[in-house]
């Protein structure tokens, strides 16, 4: 017997599965947290040479700050004080309002920099000194989680379907957990990227086992309201976020708060159940019978259960499975799914890179960061309620083109609209955050459809893998403003659209029933 066939007979959507979500949310919350971190973490503060290395024990001692920094930092053309010049020597003259000596000497800040702290406390660019000529390492803070994430996916994703869903949660939480408070008490700048390389890698198995767990627990029917249901966790954890960094500006203690509710997590993980249909598909069937029993009895469907014993599911389980172990490359073991391996691939690619690259560059937009994160946020709980309905009628192909390629038409238009009309900037903003948003939560549930359950877990962690390159590549896309102003946007709007295009390559997989082996890829669904 078909595990979908059990699952509807059980009830694939009852208090079993909404235990299930909210166990999830406690760890789920604290991905968008840490994702999203570097928004506040390493915010770049208003910043100026210190220009006490210019005081010679004469008239400059007893200056006021504002005339200090008159006639020791260079004025740009915008009018702001210099970031990374000063001036060799004291240019009295600018006091009196002389633009004589405009051609004075300027050199690089010698005694390091003054922060404004009215917005943050301190962050990694206060702590290292991350600006002008070390900008780039602030940028590769993010890079490096990022790429730790990227590894962490195939491991996970391997250890997954070899060893099981719930075991290597578990892992993954224990080891967040304790990556995360080494990252907040680093004593230096290379401490703190390793740690958080190694806090991406561990929370790579919260993003990907968590959304396979849910998947596999919920029927044919109520796949796309479950995957929908369980994207919100991303949207309550960035409200969450904005919340937390609002109130606490300091950067240690930011990390500590987002990463707390793991330890909920770790408490709930007792009851959290394993996936019967792993369990089936790798010939556990007294495991798995348990796991449906406890499903069915809390559905109150146990009268259901009658007739399957723990003999029908091993005899339909070797059935359908057999005894062969499964690895990456049987993802592109057949023409069909090697299709699908390197199409869904490209698209993951492109969804995070073009996601991440609105996500982590919030200022521009003349509004605070804190603001801007919590609009962000809330644009995609209504956008998220119409993937749902869209899902339903139209399916997942057409929706994760359309949601890429307006996603891409939104970040074209905002080429061209001046930063004085921020109104304008942040709703073409909002609207290509929201569509960018919806190609992601299409795409976790597109894919976890596409992919046969015997290595379904792989198969998420090779495409997390190409979706997290792209996100490790996508914060360094903004030095390329250096070259040409618009030049990350239009490498964004570029991504944005190809990946939307070979979305249209993948099949469509409303209302059929998940994939159980290889096999049944390579027949007409």
């Known amino acids: 017997m078909k595990f979908d066939s059990i699952l509807s007979e059980i009830n694939g959507f009852g208090k079993f599965q909404i235990k299930l979500v909210l166990i999830q949310i406690l760890s789920r919350i604290t991905l968008p947290g840490h994702f999203l971190l570097n928004n506040f973490m390493a915010a770049v503060p208003t910043h100026h040479c210190d220009v006490n290395a210019l005081d010679n024990g004469d008239v400059f001692g007893n200056l006021t700050l504002s005339q200090k920094l008159t006639v020791g930092v260079p004025v740009q053309q915008d009018g702001a004080l210099s970031s990374c010049q000063m001036f060799s020597k004291p240019q009295y003259q600018h006091l009196s309002g002389s633009k004589s000596g405009e051609d004075a000497l300027t050199v690089q800040c010698q005694n390091g920099w003054v922060y404004d702290n009215s917005t943050f406390k301190s962050t990694l660019v206060t702590e290292w000194d991350l600006v002008c000529s070390r900008k780039w390492m602030n940028k590769a803070t993010a890079a490096i989680f990022f790429i730790g994430v990227m590894f962490g996916?195939?491991?996970?994703?391997f250890l997954g379907d070899r060893f099981?869903?719930?075991p290597l949660l578990l892992v993954s939480y224990l080891t967040s957990l304790t990556?995360?408070?080494?990252s907040a008490f680093s004593t230096s700048y290379v401490m703190f990227v390793i740690m958080r390389f190694f806090t991406g890698m561990s929370l790579a198995g919260i993003s990907i086992i968590s959304i396979v767990l849910n998947v596999e627990w919920f029927s044919v029917e109520n796949r796309t309201f479950s995957g929908v249901i369980i994207s919100l966790d991303w949207t309550f954890g960035n409200w969450l976020l904005a919340g937390i960094a609002y109130c606490v500006n300091e950067w240690r203690m930011l990390i500590l708060t987002v990463t707390s509710p793991l330890i909920l997590a770790i408490i709930a993980w007792r009851w959290l159940p394993e996936s019967a249909r792993w369990l089936m598909a790798n010939g556990k069937a007294d495991a798995a019978h348990f796991y449906i029993m406890k499903c069915a009895e809390m559905n109150n469907r146990s009268k259901s259960m009658a007739t399957i014993t723990p003999r029908a599911l091993i005899e339909s389980a070797e059935a359908e499975t057999g005894?062969?172990?499964?690895?990456?490359?049987?993802?592109?073991?057949?023409?069909?799914?090697?299709?699908l391996a390197i199409c869904s691939g490209i698209v993951w690619y492109g969804v995070a890179f073009t996601y991440y690259g609105i996500s982590l560059n919030i200022t521009g937009f003349g509004l605070n960061p804190y603001l801007t994160q919590f609009i962000f946020a809330s644009i995609e709980l209504p956008m998220k309620i119409g993937v749902y309905f869209f899902l339903e009628k139209v399916g997942r192909r057409y929706g994760e083109m359309g949601t890429l390629l307006l996603t891409g038409?939104?970040?074209?238009?905002?080429?061209?609209?001046s930063k004085e009309k921020w109104v304008v900037r942040?709703?073409?903003?909002?609207?290509?955050?929201?569509?960018s948003e919806a190609s992601f939560t299409i795409m976790y549930l597109f894919t976890t459809e596409l992919y046969p359950t015997v290595i379904r877990q792989n198969s998420l962690g090779y495409t997390s893998f190409l979706a997290r390159l792209g996100v490790s590549i996508s914060p360094l896309i903004m030095l390329l403003e250096?070259?040409?102003h618009v030049l990350p946007a239009v490498t964004y709007c570029a991504v944005a659209v190809v990946s939307?295009?070979?979305?249209?390559?993948?099949?469509?997989?409303?209302?059929?029933q998940l994939p159980e082996l290889i096999e049944d890829i390579e027949k007409p669904r």
């Open 482 to 484: 250096d070259v040409w």
């Open 409 to 417: 038409l939104c970040l074209f238009i905002n080429i061209f609209v």
């Open 323 to 339: 005894p062969m172990k499964y690895t990456f490359v049987d993802l592109f073991r057949t023409s069909e799914i090697r299709k």
């Open 500 to 512: 939307g295009l070979v979305a249209s390559l993948l099949p469509e997989t409303l209302n059929t």
């Open 179 to 182: 990556f995360a408070v080494l």
């Open 153 to 157: 996916a195939p491991v996970f994703g």
């Open 426 to 435: 942040t709703i073409v903003a909002v609207l290509g955050k929201s569509m």
């Open 164 to 166: 099981g869903r719930r």
